[in-house]
Structure formats: structure tokens, C-alpha cells
């Protein structure tokens, strides 16, 4: 884990975790303005406590960067994994535990140069907010985060974090849900059910609906997804189905085999997402993205994981070269 300075920013100079110090953003400390970014986590918290309503009124003058801005191509770091109690990252199964430290590592990402955005819960982008990081960012809202894992309920993937119209009301660029396909669980159909509305919601709001399909089934008491290229190709006939428009909905999906292939089942807009990087080879993974994005319809990557928390911790170094790929 990071070692952090007394301020909640992170240690100047390289540190184990991050390789680099993040810029904040910040201002002026809690305070000294009713509107100020704050410098510390011990301020974002006086503020949830003291000034609950900054979290709207920064919101509501936040510098926003639209897709359009980014002529569709983005990198976008994603966050929202903690809020569905996974917080385990390869055979670190608490990587994800301490909040600060993972908040040094988003704005540690968001600081690299051609990183065009996040995506997180609201606590986590509210946390990003009152420091700063998120002006000038492309922000996408996680929606559905009640499908905890490991638990009986899993595929039942309930929306208990953002909806359309608090995505709205943030000035956000559109909202992510996972939807996981198991055909021997009936629950699926719940949660196809609700990724419908909510496309439909956000349509009607011409915001992003992001969906995230998996032809999945339970294996040994877990959920497991299956990557191989024709298991990706049905989830995405599902999904691109939903909701009664799809003028606004793009996708995302794993880097697998026969990319040209599984890419040719869709003419959506589609980011490529990192997954866990496991044991896995940095190398490999990164030659599976760039073959992934040499595809048209594929406009970039959302990664949360292995950027974050790189096998050598040089969160910089990772999201440099992930950017790199894309510009």
C-alpha cells in the first residue's frame, strides 16, 4: 500500500504505488472559500460533514470535456469495483481496501497526459470532485452495483448507485451497468429487464448508456465469465438489443481472441476494458489491446485495475503507455 503524506495528497517523488505525485487541483484549503477545492482527505471529509451542499455547487461549475471533445477516442480509468465488494486485484485480495490509497492512484492516472476521463461510484467521483481531479474529465457514472460478489443473488445485478437522472443532474456524459448472462440462473432476466430501462432513461436524456456484457455462469460458488471469442459475440447481440433505441448506447468489452471477429458482431461504439491483470504478462495484456483497437468501431479502453495497481506499482508508467496506444 501507498504511503501518504499527512495532507491526504500523494508523497512527493516516486512512491511505491503511484511512481509519481498526482496534481489535485486544489486551490485553496476548506475554509477559506465556500467553493474551494480541498488539499487532504482529512478536508473532504470536514467538508461531507461542514458543506455537504459544495459536492452540487462544484458539480454545477465543474469544467466538462464531452466525448465530442475527444472525437470519441478516450481513456477512461474506472474505480467502481470496490462498491460491489470486490476489492481483490490479482493475489492482492485487499488491494482495493484503503481508500486513500486508491484515491492517490486515480489522481495519480488522471494527471497523465491523453487520460480523457473516469468512471466511478458517486463516492468515489464526489471524493475526486472536492479535490480537483475531475475538471476537464469525460465522467461516467457505474449504475448498478447491487450484484455483490460472491454473493447467492450475484446475477440479480441491482441499480443501487446512479440512475439517468441523477447522471443528469451531474452533468455527467452517461451512466455504465454490468450484464451478466447466465442462462441457468433466472435472476438474468431481472437484470436484462433493468439495463432496458435504464437505456431507455438515458436515451431519452441523450446520454451514454455503456453496457458491459458477459455470457457468465456460477463455477464452484463463483461467478465466472466466459472469454472466448463466440461466448463475447452472443453477449453482445443481447445486449446491443435492449431498450427501445440504441441511437446512444456503446459497449464494453474484454480483449480476447479474434478480436476482428467479435468485433464484427456490433457496429457500436466500443471501449476495451482491462479486467484483472492477475499474474498476467503486462506485455501480453497491452498486445491484446492494441490489436483490439486497430478494430474501427473500437474507440478506446476503460481501465481501472490494471492501471491502478500494475504489477510493479508504476500506476504513471501503466496509464502512459495505455495512452499511448490510443494517441
Do not use: C
Not at 467538508?47 to 464531452?66: Q, Y
Not at 451497468?177 to 432513461?201: P, Y
Request: no cysteine; net charge negative; proline share 4%.
Amino acid at each position: 500500500m501507498t504511503a501518504h503524506s499527512t495532507s491526504g495528497a500523494p508523497s512527493t517523488g516516486t512512491t511505491a504505488s503511484t511512481g509519481t505525485t498526482a496534481s489535485t487541483g486544489a486551490t485553496e484549503s476548506t475554509g477559506t472559500r465556500d467553493d474551494a477545492f480541498v488539499d487532504s482527505y482529512e478536508d473532504v471529509t470536514r467538508v461531507r460533514i461542514e458543506d455537504p451542499g459544495r459536492i452540487g455547487r462544484l458539480l454545477a461549475r465543474r469544467a466538462r470535456r464531452t466525448v465530442a471533445d475527444t472525437d470519441g477516442s478516450m481513456l477512461i480509468v474506472a474505480a467502481d469495483h470496490p462498491a460491489r465488494g470486490a476489492l481483490g486485484v490479482g493475489a492482492r485480495t485487499e488491494a482495493m481496501a484503503s481508500r486513500t490509497d486508491m484515491l492517490d492512484r486515480m489522481r495519480t492516472a488522471l494527471a497523465v497526459p491523453g487520460v480523457d476521463g473516469v468512471l466511478g461510484t458517486a463516492d468515489v467521483l464526489e471524493d475526486l470532485l472536492l479535490m480537483g481531479a475531475l475538471e476537464d474529465k469525460v465522467v461516467f457514472a457505474s449504475m448498478n452495483r447491487g450484484g455483490l460478489q460472491g454473493g447467492s443473488w450475484e446475477i440479480e445485478d441491482r441499480f443501487t448507485s446512479y440512475d439517468a437522472e441523477s447522471i443528469a443532474r451531474a452533468g455527467f456524459a452517461g451512466g455504465k451497468m454490468l450484464t451478466r448472462i447466465d442462462l441457468d440462473d433466472d435472476r438474468t432476466s431481472k437484470t436484462l429487464k433493468w439495463s432496458a430501462e435504464a437505456i431507455d432513461e438515458l436515451a431519452a436524456r441523450e446520454l451514454i448508456a455503456m453496457i458491459e456484457p458477459f455470457w457468465s455462469s456460477r463455477q464452484g460458488g463463483r461467478v465466472v465469465n466466459d472469454l472466448s471469442p463466440e461466448a463475447v459475440i452472443r453477449s453482445i447481440h443481447v445486449a446491443q438489443g435492449l431498450g427501445t433505441t440504441s441511437a446512444y448506447t456503446w459497449l464494453k468489452l474484454p480483449a480476447v481472441a479474434d478480436m476482428a471477429r467479435v468485433m464484427d458482431a456490433t457496429t457500436l461504439p466500443t471501449l476495451i476494458l482491462g479486467g484483472d491483470p492477475g499474474a498476467t504478462d503486462p506485455e501480453a495484456v497491452y498486445a491484446t489491446w492494441r490489436e483490439a483497437l486497430a478494430r474501427p468501431n473500437v474507440r478506446g479502453l476503460v481501465v481501472g485495475r490494471s492501471l491502478l495497481y500494475p504489477a510493479d506499482d508504476d500506476v504513471r508508467g501503466a496509464v502512459s503507455t495505455a495512452a499511448s496506444m490510443i494517441r
